[in-house]
């Protein structure tokens, strides 16, 4: 641990030139009092560091002096494939790993690269949590995403959709995916076909001294996008015939999936402004819910949504007369 913390203060002042023992004791999440005792010991290994007084003053190391220590640990080669994703580092438990894996990258950098990157950073922020949630906890993310890197079974139980609503399983784990906020692990149990698992959803966790063979032709990345093309395949259930006012259609992209905004898009737009369009659509009771948030549409096909449409705002109506 202090090791990594020297070479991390090294780095530091080899990028930034002058520092005060302060703003080295926030960087390094230390006391000022630690960052003293640092300093002495990297002076006592024979590192160039002096230390100026004054208001202006801090540690600076000599000038010209460059460390060749920028090797990777295993936790920060980790952390590499996460190096935009600072939210997915912290639930991996992976953040101080992230945080000298990105100095170490910096420091390798020549400085016209390094402002660049710097700036980039200042630029650009990635928040892979949708609009209108919140970041669930996920309590054993680290120990499952372990288990999957040492191809150790888990012993999970799991909250599901279908009864029974608790299940125990001992899974492989194969790999862990994050959309849209939420982390889901892929793995199989036995010899079965790969399904994915909330994270959330795990009720208890704990890794056994069983380990498995991982196949060598398994793509998770692959996989994964698959499985969202089956998903789509399967969720549409049939189509519906909707007219729909100007304001809904500019409501629509803020509502409705990618699929229904491109099928308003291709409708007709007849005399008084509204669009016709056919629209893939699941379940009535979700195609009327999704509609009903549009305010000005009318369904024309099939009878039945058209009918539950109706009853929804009849019922709306009543409660608001």
Known sequence: MRAGRL???LLLLQQRGGMTAERLARELGVSVRTVYRDAEALAAAGIPIY??????GGYRLLDGYRTKLTGLT???AEALALTGVP???ADLGLQTELAALELKLSAAMPKAQRERAETAKRLFHLDVVGWFRRAEPVPFLALVANAAWERRRLRV????WAE???VERELCPLGLVLKSGQWYLVATVESGPARMYKVTNLL???????????PEDFDLAAWWSKQLDDFDTRRYQGKALVRFSPEAVAK????????????IGEGTVEHDGWTVATVPIETHAHAAGELLRLGGVEVLEPASLRHLMRQLALEAAALHA
């Open 51 to 56: 230390g100026e007084s004054g208001h202006a």
């Open 87 to 89: 939210e997915a580092a």
């Open 164 to 166: 029974p609503k608790e």
């Open 7 to 9: 070479v991390s203060m």
């Open 157 to 160: 139980r799991y909250r599901r």
């Open 252 to 263: 629509a992209p803020d509502n409705l999936d990618a699929d229904s905004v491109a099928a």
């Open 74 to 76: 295993e936790g920060e």
């Open 204 to 214: 208890a966790a704990k890794k056994t001294e069983n380990t498995f063979e991982r």
